[in-house]
C-alpha cells in the first residue's frame, strides 16, 4: 500500500519544525463505532510566521460524527483551526485558542462535530505573531466517534 503524506508544514520566515506519526492508510484503526488514529502533531515555531498541517486519511463518513483531541499550546500567538472535507473542500469547523485551555501545563480536550457527509479533517496549528521566543503545539489522541447524544457540540473545549 502506497503511504500517504498527511503532514505538510509551510515555512514562512524564520524556522518552524514539524514532526508528524506513520503516513500510512493502515495506521487508522477501525474498531466498532471507532476510528483511532496513532497520529499526531508537534510543531515547535521559531520568531517569525509558521503553519503547519495534520490532514487524516479519506474516511467513510458517518453520521453524528465527533473529532476528539487532546493538545497543549504555549503562546497566545497560536491557534489551532479544525477543517471538514465535505464535498470538493475543506471548510473551517471551529478555533481552538491559547485561552481556551483550563490550565496551561497539561494536555486540553477538545471536541468537534463534524457534518454527516465528512470524509476528511485536517486540524492546522497557526503562530498569527511575531515573537523573540520559541513557541509549540502539540495535538495527540485523535479520535473520531459517534458523538453523545445530547448537548451542542459544534466545538467543546
Not at 500517504?4 to 466498532?32: A, M, R
Not at 476510528?35 to 503553519?51: A, M
Not at 483531541?69 to 485558542?97: C, D, H, N, Q, W
Not at 497557526?126 to 489522541?141: A, I
Request: glycine content about 6%; some cysteine; proline content about 3%.
Amino acid at each position: 500500500m502506497t503511504s500517504v503524506h498527511i503532514c505538510q508544514n509551510y515555512y514562512k520566515e524564520n524556522k518552524s519544525c514539524t514532526f508528524c506519526g506513520p503516513q500510512s492508510l493502515y495506521d487508522w484503526v477501525l474498531l466498532g463505532m471507532f476510528l483511532c488514529s496513532v497520529y499526531y502533531l508537534e510543531t515547535i515555531f521559531g520568531r517569525g510566521l509558521g503553519q503547519s498541517t495534520l490532514q487524516s486519511p479519506t474516511f467513510t463518513a458517518m453520521p453524528k460524527t465527533c473529532l476528539h483531541f487532546r493538545y497543549r499550546i504555549s503562546s497566545p500567538k497560536i491557534m489551532l483551526k479544525i477543517f471538514e472535507l465535505t464535498t470538493a473542500k475543506f471548510e473551517l469547523m471551529g478555533t481552538v485558542l491559547f485561552s481556551d485551555q483550563d490550565d496551561i501545563s497539561s494536555w486540553s480536550d477538545a471536541t468537534v462535530e463534524l457534518d454527516d457527509a465528512a470524509t476528511q479533517f485536517q486540524i492546522v496549528a497557526e503562530k498569527t505573531g511575531v515573537s523573540t521566543d520559541m513557541h509549540y503545539v502539540l495535538v495527540d489522541d485523535i479520535e473520531l466517534s459517534y458523538c453523545p447524544s445530547t448537548g451542542n457540540y459544534l466545538l467543546s473545549v
